[in-house]
């Protein structure tokens, strides 16, 4: 079973530039999810998808940070402009299902790491 | 928001010991737990989960042991081998949908 994918690997920008990255899912995983790791710290989720919908973004900073999966597989998130503070790894994770108890194991991506310089 | 350490940041154990990674967490509400696995360079690996209905879960050389009235969430790796060597994370959610994550506990296994 191919894992959940991932690119770039690695992106340098400057701050006040766009970034996007992508991500393609396990397939037939329903739920997909993009955080943010910053460096020491534990992922964040910005945004979760189920199918096409947006299920909870509540912690995407949405002035400057937009993400869609517009057929349900492929989704791409994307930031404009980007500030020194997004640097981070930027993780995508696939699930089965989602909600209640069991919501499902996710599976990540081996993640973007961004730097904003 | 949610609120889920770690108490330490760093373990160094001998291979062939047993190790043990603790992680609290302060929403009683959380009902389902989870424990991650993250070498350098990958995203987090599922280890094991369990339930609020459930204080003890084992899997292959790991066992999660959940402790509701303290709060408190501990993970197991029995016999402790170089490959174990990573950062643990534990991660929360009460609604199944937002899954809040500890700051990590770097394990080292010294050979």
């Known amino acids: 079973e191919a894992g959940v994918a991932q690119s770039p690997r690695y992106k340098i920008i400057e701050k006040r530039q766009s970034v996007a990255f992508w991500c393609n899912p396990i397939?037939?995983?329903?739920?997909l999810y993009w955080y943010q790791q910053i460096l020491g710290q534990g992922p964040k989720l910005l945004i979760q998808?189920?199918?096409?919908?947006?299920?909870?973004d509540s912690q995407l900073p949405k002035d400057r940070f937009s993400a869609e999966r517009l057929k349900g597989v492929d989704s791409t998130l994307k930031i404009q402009p980007a500030k020194l503070e997004d640097s981070a790894v930027y993780l995508c994770?696939?699930?089965?299902?989602?909600?209640?108890?069991?919501?499902?194991?996710?599976?990540f991506g081996p993640g973007t790491r961004l730097t904003v310089t | 928001g949610e609120s889920v350490g770690l108490h330490l940041p760093t373990l160094s154990v001998q291979e062939g010991d047993n190790s043990i990674i603790n992680c609290a967490y302060s929403?009683?509400?959380?009902?389902?737990f989870i424990w991650y696995k993250q070498e350098s360079g990958k995203g987090p690996q599922f280890i094991i989960d369990?339930?609020?209905?459930?204080d003890k879960r084992q899997g292959q050389r790991v066992t999660v042991l959940l402790n509701k009235t303290v709060k408190h969430l501990s993970l197991q790796i029995a016999a402790t081998q170089p490959g174990d060597s990573a950062v643990y994370f534990c991660?929360?959610?009460?609604?199944?949908?937002?899954?809040?994550f500890g700051t990590g506990t770097s394990l080292t296994v010294i050979p």
């Open positions: 994770a696939s699930s089965l299902t989602s909600g209640g108890a069991w919501a499902g194991e996710q599976y």
């Open positions: 397939s037939g995983h329903a739920t």
């Open positions: 998808f189920q199918n096409n919908g947006v299920v909870d």
């Open positions: 929403n009683s509400a959380s009902d389902y």
């Open positions: 369990i339930r609020s209905n459930m």
């Open positions: 991660a929360e959610t009460h609604t199944g949908n937002q899954f809040y």
